[in-house]
Each structure stands twice: as C-alpha cells, then as structure tokens.
C-alpha cells in the first residue's frame, strides 16, 4: 500500500472542505440554497484527486470523469438558476476545487494551497471587493493597467546585464526594484480603499505606511496647523505610519537578500513594534479626532503612476553609483554618509541597493549600518517636517517616540 496516496486525498478534502464551509455559510446567511456545500464540495476535491490517481491507468478514464464533472457542473447552473441574476460563482469555485484535487493527487501541496487560499479569499471578500470596484475611479483602474504593462510586458524585454562605471547599471534589476517597490505600495492603497474609514486610522495608517510615511507627514504637517488644539490624534497617525516602514524595509529585505534580512529581523521588528507601543501611549490619552484624519488616508493618491515609478528608477540607479563609489573611494564612512543623506529622500532605494549590493559580496555588516542609518534618518525627518511645517506640540511627541524607537534599534543592534 502506498500510503502518499492518503496523503494526496487528506490535503484535497481538506481544502476543498475549507472552501465549502465558506460557501455553506453564505447561503446560510443569505437564506438561499445553491447546488454545492460543504460536502460537495468535499466531494469535488475527492474526485478531482482521485481522477489524477487513476489517470496513471488510463488517460481515456480521467478524461470521461473530468468531462462527467464538468457536464453535471453545467446541468446544476441550468437546474439551480434563478432567471439573468445567477451568478456562476459557486459552479466556477467548484471547477478550481476539482483542480485543487488535481494538483494534491500530483502532491503539488504548495501550489494546491495557495490556490485554494486565493479562491477562498476571493469567495469570503465579497462585499469588499464589490464596495472597492464600486468606489474605484478612473485614474486608479488607468495606474493597475499600467503596473500590468510595467511588471509583465516591459520587465521580460529588458536585458540582465550589467553597464556603466562599477556595473552600477542593469536595466533589469532596476526596472525590478520599480515593479517591486510600486507592487507593494500598490497593494497598500488597494487594501486602504477596500476596507474603507472604518476600519480607523490605526489600520489606515498602518497600511498607509507601506505606501508613503513620508507623504503622510507632509500632508498631516499642514492640518496639524490648521488645528493647533489637537496633537495626539496626528502624532499617533505619522508615528504609526512610521513603525510600518520598519516592516515594509524588512519585507523588501527578505525579497531581496534572506540572508541580510536574517540579520535585521530583530533590530527591524524590534524598532517596528516599539513604535507601535508608543503609538497606542498616544491613542490612550483621549482627544477628539478631526474627520479629516481618516478622509486624509483614504483620499492618499494612488502611489502609481510612470512618473514617479521612473523616478524611484532613477533615484535607485543613483544611490547604488554613488554607494558602489563611496565605498571604492572612501569606504564605510562613505557607504555611511550616502545613506544619512539619502534617507532623508526615501529610505527604499538605499534599501534595495545595499541589499543587491550584499548579494554581490559586500560585507553583510557595513550594509546592516547603512540600512539602519537610512531607516532611523527617515524615521527622524518626520518629527522634523512637523516641526518645519506643522505644529511643533506634535513635532514633539512624535519625537519622543521615535527616540524610544532609536534606542530600542540601537539596543538590538548592539545586542545582536
């Protein structure tokens, strides 16, 4: 007995077996039946496993049972329908759990599981998706259009090779770091506009963090003024905004370089979860939040666009000739000095180039420095654009707290 294939079945039924929980809830909230629930659902995920199996015996066997689903899936759209507003999407999410049987018989589990995850987040994300296209302007359905073009039409045509002075220069990887870097601010504001103001400004500005922290200052700057009674509500928004970056930098990281992102887990996380602890020092000393905190996050502009996507592009390409020139020229201090000033610009492209950088043999240490330089300048440049701009109570707060970030960071650091 070849006990991998209970294996093969166990993870089909459990997957398919998640999905139809979720569809048997719905049409218990909803007060309607449909044609597939928990255990045809459970079924469907067997079968799709199980015609796998057998395909091993006979091709001609797993082609009459998967046409014998697919007939019987398109009887029960026409038998369960209820005039032009059925909808297909049980008899669609049926076919996917039938291939998800498919894939664990091939004992595909990774694959199998992500698709079966994405499927059961399309189905329980409903009413979000549907409020997000709703709400969806036109400027925002032109930027994912060209994100698409950018990721999956240019990025193939571009050569891998390097060019310029110390090879600073492949069109690749740059253009890479701007699908990379716009890709996951994207899904920021994507998440931000789906889930809307209610989810609060801690959520908001969590996720507008991974967008621009930076822009949130600026524009939080100028209301702070307008509304010099009130600090904690905008304090509480830019430094929460601000302990997302620590999270952002160590995703890009660990993209990036595993190996460089195993020695920031700690000092990142540590420096990101102690902003968030004096964040919530913030929120408990109650004060009344102006409306336009939450309308501010969720009217942030769609942070792509070609422009500024080039720039970052540009800006990336700069800092990784300056960076590679400093440190044939100079040396540390010079790796140093370029990420103090180019922190206080945008602590991603120094983060990416010291991470490619570290994969091509730069010492792991010198880009642990530079990294941390970079994100505490850009952490720091935030108290100070309130107090440039803005109302200079809040400028201090925020200060306070970005010092208990600075010596949690540098704690770690020496620790580890």
């Known amino acids: 007995m070849d006990f ?3 294996q093969q ?65 398109v009887m029960a759209y026409f038998l369960t329908g209820s005039g032009s507003s059925k909808g297909m999407t049980s008899e669609i999410a049926a076919v996917l759990v039938y291939v998800i049987g498919i894939l664990s018989g091939m004992e595909q589990y990774l694959l199998a599981t992500v698709v079966a995850l994405t499927v059961l987040s399309v189905l329980y994300f409903k009413e979000v998706l549907h409020r997000w296209a709703k709400h969806l ?13 950018i990721a999956f039409v240019v990025l193939p045509l571009l050569p891998n090779q390097s060019y310029g002075p110390y090879d600073f220069f492949n069109p690749y990887v740059v253009w890479l770091m701007i699908v990379f870097i716009s890709g996951l601010s994207f899904l920021s504001y994507i998440a931000i506009k789906a889930f809307g103001a209610k989810r609060g400004i801690s959520v908001i500005g969590f996720l507008a963090g991974f967008i621009s922290s930076t822009a949130l200052a600026f524009s939080f700057s100028a209301e702070s003024k307008k509304n010099p009674s009130v600090v904690n509500p905008y304090a509480f928004a830019v430094v929460i905004a601000g302990s997302a970056m620590f999270f952002r930098v160590l995703i890009e990281i660990y993209v990036l370089n595993r190996d460089l992102a195993g020695n920031l887990l700690i000092p990142m996380i540590s420096m990101g979860v102690a902003g968030i602890i004096g964040s919530s020092f913030l929120w408990l000393k109650r004060e009344k939040v102006p409306e336009n905190i ?51 610009m945008d602590v991603d492209a120094i983060t990416v180039s010291m991470a490619n950088m570290a994969k091509d043999g730069f010492m792991q240490k010198q880009a642990i420095i530079a990294i941390m330089i970079a994100a505490l300048t850009n952490t720091f440049s935030k108290a100070a654009i309130f107090f440039i701009f803005g109302n200079r109570k809040v400028a201090l707060k925020i200060s306070a707290v970005f010092a208990f970030v600075f010596l949690v960071g540098f704690g770690t650091v020496m620790l580890f």
Not at 16 to 33: H, K, P, V
């Open 294 to 344: 939450g309308k501010k996050m969720i009217e942030l502009k769609s942070p792509f666009s070609i422009k500024p996507a080039l720039k970052f592009g540009i800006l990336f390409a700069v800092v990784m000739l300056v960076s590679k020139f400093a440190a044939s020229a100079i040396g540390d201090r010079g790796i140093y000095l370029t990420s103090f000033i180019s922190g206080f």
């Open 9 to 73: 079945l166990g993870v089909a039924l459990a997957l398919a077996s998640l999905i139809g929980l979720e569809r048997e809830r719905t049409y218990q909230l909803g007060n309607y039946d449909d044609f597939a629930g928990v255990r045809t659902f459970a079924l469907i995920g067997l079968l799709g496993a199980l015609s796998y199996i057998l395909s091993s015996y006979s091709i001609v066997i797993f082609a009459l049972i998967t046409a014998g689903f697919l007939a019987l899936v």
């Open 4 to 6: 991998s294939i209970f």
């Open 137 to 149: 302007e036109n400027k925002e359905f032109v930027s994912t259009i060209q994100f698409m073009i």
